[in-house]
């Protein structure tokens, strides 16, 4: 015990110091989070934090509660942020509650108005959403005059934190598209400062819900201003089959020029998050024990979920899926629409990224609280439903905008559940198992092959793909259970597969047929703690490929597991003296993803 408590608390330098000065350098960051200037957020009782207060507590300084009023800090600060409030609607409802507003006068101002003087809130922001989800604005609410000092003062904001070096803040918005309660939202963010992002507004749902209209204003913003863009679409567990489907927004097969278009502007995932997990479903993945996970059951106009616990599970909601399809879609196209890095982010609309289980800021301010979590958040959906989660690691040269952008681009990033796993990923044809011990890991990745993110074509004769994975546990949290390789390939039909293999475990336990004994689980229900007894603080391998075929199109990405440790409505179950919340889990084993690497055969 005393052993893997030392070695932890020198896990950081260790994730960190693997690579030379003239490599890469692990980054911490949230891609999504919400203020009070997102309309959803104020009307759900985010009143006072905007981004100055995110950008500030990102950094590791204390701020106040939205709603509890108690002072709250970040247990470990972020290396960048990026505040992304809704464009639909940004920053008006804070002027609903001013009955001399501009806003306030309109005659759909003030009936919302005055459902709030009734102390009808929730009704209100009913009546907002349902012009979003039917894509017909209120025009007043939309106007130049009151959307450019908006933003205006979103973009100074960014501005004032950003620090090159020591912190990054990235200008950006969430494009909140929802035709008929899909979530096809995309998060949409520049590398350039204020002098450009005051050049144009940020395009909404409401001049087109469909994802080729945004493409086509990035384009057009990026050549008339200078900008710099890359759009992250997210949430695609809730998307209905829409995020990653086999047509497009008119109902057209997917084309070459649709696919290369997409990968232009999309390069990576948001595969974790508060509503739930992307990754997959047992219902999709039936041979892997570890495939349902925070799994989210609530669509956003308030029907069930398409899992395993609602409704049939669809391909196009989940990365593993997707990422198969675009196998598919590259052998019949010649280029993959669905070539994705992984990352996680918070979309927290509490204004501040809170995701650590034990210091969780919820969805809302109102789950923040431990009572909270029994509260209706949406129609269906109370707070014990949210997940604690998640980050995004990114593998840059220096903590700017320029290089964190560059390592989003070639997909050199990951996400994880919440805690700070540190995970190294390269593939190549010559990894030597001495390499996995090599203290210079990355030193030696990059001579060799390729990092998370990257592709390898045409095997030399006799050789199969060799992965080099490295993952320490994160300082402050669980040990490791297990690292595992995701494959997916196409058959010579061009029909996808998918396997997970085993390939590292804690403890000293044996893999036999793939198969590994449980790590165990040491959490105390009563007390919502945990020991690392179990598990290791490192884990390292080579693992190369024993079905590798030469002629075979496939991905391999790297899912690490913690040992179990306390969910959140854990620790506010054991904060009201109550017994466990029936319905959700009280232990969990948080994990990580790495972006994919492809190989495509000559």
Known sequence: MMNKLLLSAVCLAI?????????????????????KLSADAFLMQERTLGPDDAYRYAKGLPVVNALSKHRIKIGTPLDFLMVTDHAEYVGVVEQLFDSKSQISQTPFGKKLSGLIEQGKERAAFFELLATVNSNSPNKDFITEAIRKPIWHDIVDAAERHNDPGKFTSFIGWEWSSLPNGSNLHRIIFMKEGGEIGKKFLPY??????KPEDLWKFLDKTEKETGASFVAIPHNGNISKGKMFAEIDSEGRPLSVQYAKTR????????????????????????????????TYNHALDGKAGGNSHGLPADKGDYARTALMRGLEFDKKLGVNPFKIGLIGASDSHSGVPAVEEDNFGGKFPIDSRPMGKKADLTPGTIGADMSASGLAGVWAKENTRESLMAAFKRREVYGT???????????????????????DLAAVGYQK????????????????????????????????????????WLDDKGNSHEKVFNVAVSDGRKISNNKVKAVGN?????????????????????????????MVRAFYYVRVLQIPTPRHTLYASVALNEAPQKGYPTSIQERAYSSPIWYTPK
């Open 449 to 488: 092959g390729v990092p998370m993110g990257g592709d390898l074509t045409a095997a030399p004769k006799g050789k199969a793909i060799s992965l080099l994975i490295r993952a320490v546990k994160d300082p402050v949290d669980g040990n490791l259970d297990r690292i595992q390789v995701v494959k997916g």
């Open 15 to 35: 994730s960190t110091g693997y690579v030379n000065a003239s490599e890469t350098n692990l980054y911490w960051g949230d891609t999504h989070l919400h203020t």
């Open 417 to 439: 559940t919440g805690p700070r796993i540190a995970v190294r990923m390269f593939a190549g044809w010559d990894f030597n198992n001495q390499d996995s011990s090599a203290k």
């Open 204 to 209: 909404s749902s409401f001049e087109s819900n």
């Open 263 to 294: 990968m232009r502007w999309e390069p990576i995932y948001e595969v974790t998050q508060i509503k739930g997990d992307s990754e997959t479903l047992s219902a999709l993945s039936p041979n892997d024990e570890f495939a349902e996970f925070e």
């Open 522 to 550: 040491t959490v105390d229900i009563k007390t919502a703690s945990y020991t690392n007894s179990i598990g290791d603080v490192e884990l390292a391998t080579t693992w190369t490929d024993p079905e590798f075929d030469p």
